[in-house]
């Protein structure tokens, strides 16, 4: 079977798209739009965009959620969805659904009643630390881990309540441990992949994996060659899959590319083997159900709906 006809009756998504406000670019509106283009010529039912980061404020952060739900609005290819019955009815009406997310809790500013006024906007998921030390917890380019804080910890038992993921990418090992331990709701790793594969520190323990498994968690795998060893091409990537499901299984392994759509020029410090696989590189050399089974475009949803 082709993977057009494997992706015409399934529903697969990719589980962390770049386009966050920090970036500077001429055209935005533009890249919105060749970034619906291209993920719907892919064959994807649905992407989460990962729109702020933990530098981000208040303010400027409540701007750039307007203005993406006007253009989304406006779209009469997309849809701005908060759950697996918006996903299905997007792909009933040949529409990309749109989740979502942020990098890091700093549009919180500390204040936790924050998160549901952010959910009823359209924020499903949220990093819980992001890189650096922050008052929810440590993230993973910190030298000393001290775990989930006591805010951190009133932060999980909220996100729980009012149906937002936990996400622990670019999380210290620490602290997504002691999340992974309090959680009560599935937790994902949106864009990460094996340590152990001569990858930095944003990758993920053996310990890690198996812990987030148990929570019946995914861990969506980032396709930026520096996180995949070498030059991001399909075959890489497959296995990158084929050994995070050996880990783990197949029903907590999805895509998480980590996409850009930017011009380099727009990055700071930008270099090759930051760029993530294409989007459609990885699906279009999907040709069995195994392989599409390989990413779990079934088990996305429940976790999705949290």
């Known amino acids: 079977m082709r993977s057009k006809e494997i992706l015409k009756k399934g529903i697969v998504g990719d589980l962390a798209v770049g386009f966050e406000l920090e970036i500077e670019v001429n ?7 060749t970034l619906i283009d291209t993920y719907i010529n892919s064959g994807y039912s649905f992407v989460h965009l990962l729109v702020a980061m933990e530098l981000s404020s208040i303010e400027p952060t409540m701007k750039y ?17 908060h759950s697996t019955q918006d996903i299905e009815n997007a792909k009933k009406h040949n529409k990309l659904a749109i989740l979502l997310g942020f990098q890091g809790t700093g549009p919180l500013a500390c204040e936790l009643t924050m998160l549901e006024m952010y ?19 440590d993230g993973c380019s910190e030298k000393h881990d001290a ?14 309540r009012i149906g937002v993921m936990v996400d622990c990418s670019h999380t210290g090992y620490k602290t997504s441990m002691d999340i992974m331990q309090l959680s009560l709701k599935p937790v994902v790793f949106s864009h990460s992949n094996i340590f152990s594969e001569k990858n930095p520190s944003r990758n993920l ?54 996409y850009l759509i930017y011009p380099p020029e727009s990055l700071v410090g930008f270099h090759n083997n930051q760029k993530s696989i294409y989007p459609g590189d990885y699906l279009k050399n999907m040709t069995s159900h195994e392989d599409w089974k390989s990413i779990s475009p079934t088990e996305m949803l429940p976790v999705i709906d949290n």
């Open 147 to 160: 775990g989930l804080s006591l805010l951190g910890t009133q932060l999980i038992h909220e996100m729980n």
């Open 205 to 258: 323990h053996d310990e890690q994996i198996k812990a987030c498994a148990k929570t019946g968690g995914l861990i969506g795998i980032n396709g930026i060659g520096l996180l995949l060893g070498g030059k991001p091409t399909a075959d890489r990537y497959a296995n990158m899959i084929d050994k995070m499901v050996q880990l783990t299984s197949s029903k907590h392994v999805s895509i998480g590319s980590d």
């Open 119 to 137: 959910k009823q906007l359209g924020i499903t998921r949220m990093i819980v630390a992001y890189n650096i030390r922050t008052p929810m917890g």
């Open 65 to 81: 959620i307007a203005k993406l739900r006007a253009l989304i609005s406006k779209s009469d290819k997309c849809i701005l969805a």
């Open 27 to 33: 055209d935005r509106v533009g890249l919105f739009h």
